[in-house]
């Protein structure tokens, strides 16, 4: 199975994105399944996972409707109110029954607090979570949010973690140092892993290509390993730099030098593992 394990989808009818104004020029407008169908089918992508786009139980009600019409969609990643253990207990019981229904992911870098995600209050809602046998998608963005991985990979070693977009590491100024420090810290832990996505909107977005995403892929891959990471396009976000067609394009060549084996691993096998996708679902 070839997956896409991070697209978005919004309905601005439907669900209130206040993020979402118009400085994000083409893509703040309705944009939903019927869009990306065609895409997904000229690359080859078999699955993929819906990502949540708004803290809000509106947006993850509307991302598991998505997923039961469409059969390409193999999980969603939704959201519960992790600050809050007890609401967050009783909802991941009736979010858990749905078939679809993955994963949670919390806004991280759009609270003004950025040590929301280390609050005694969300540790423990990731315990439970944890207890679901549920993932935690880490929005967490470089320089603010990455640091705190390993402090969370500790406190809950049963929960496993994917960090979204490497972090958005500094591409665009071609640039390691502490970002590379503390994604190395992250990965030493085998609960952690990693999506090689929304790498494009951290470059430059008019000269991109692959020669700027490959040093970060390789650096995951010496430290993280193929098996702990997984391909994702970010779409529509990567809509801002770019296309999915080059998007996909350009992150296969990035990769091509690997084994295949690696490249299997990345492009699908991890994601299935670690989402549970199952080719019939």
């Known amino acids: 199975m070839i997956i ?5 989808f919004w309905n601005l009818e439907k669900v209130a994105y206040p993020w979402l104004d118009p400085s994000f020029g083409s893509i703040c407008r309705t944009i939903e399944a019927d869009e990306l169908e065609p895409l997904i089918r000229k690359a080859g992508i078999n699955k993929t996972v819906i990502v949540q786009a708004m803290n809000s139980y509106e ?18 990643v939704g959201w519960v109110p992790l600050n809050i253990p007890g609401v967050a207990d009783k909802k991941l019981q009736e979010y858990a029954a749905n078939p679809y229904f993955k994963g949670v992911r919390h806004l991280i870098h ?15 809602g990731l315990k439970i979570l944890s207890s679901f046998g549920l993932t935690f998608d880490i929005v967490g963005e470089f320089p603010n949010h ?17 960090i979204d977009h490497f972090a958005k590491p500094p591409i665009k100024e071609k640039q390691m140092g502490a970002w590379a420090e503390q994604f190395a810290a992250a990965a030493q832990y ?20 692959s020669e ?3 040093p970060y892929i390789d650096y995951a891959l010496t430290h993280f390993g193929a098996d702990r990471l997984m391909f994702g396009s970010d779409w529509p976000v990567a809509n801002l730099a770019g296309d999915y067609e080059k998007v996909w394009e350009q992150t296969n060549r990035a990769i091509a030098d690997y084994s295949e084996h690696e490249r299997a691993a990345i492009l699908g096998g991890t994601a299935a593992k670690f989402y549970g996708i199952q080719a019939e679902s």
Request: charged share 30%; net charge negative.
């Open 4 to 8: 896409d394990t991070h697209q978005h």
């Open 59 to 76: 947006d993850t009600d509307y991302m598991l409707k998505v997923a039961a019409e469409r059969e390409w969609v193999g999980a969603v």
């Open 110 to 124: 759009e609270e003004k607090d950025p040590d929301w995600v280390i609050r005694d209050s969300v540790i423990e």
């Open 146 to 162: 990455l640091k705190h991985v390993p402090y969370l990979a500790e406190k809950i070693p049963d929960l496993r973690m994917v």
């Open 190 to 209: 085998p609960n952690v892993y990693a999506k090689v996505s929304g790498l494009n909107t951290a470059a430059d977005w008019h000269t991109w290509s």
């Open 212 to 214: 700027d995403l490959r």
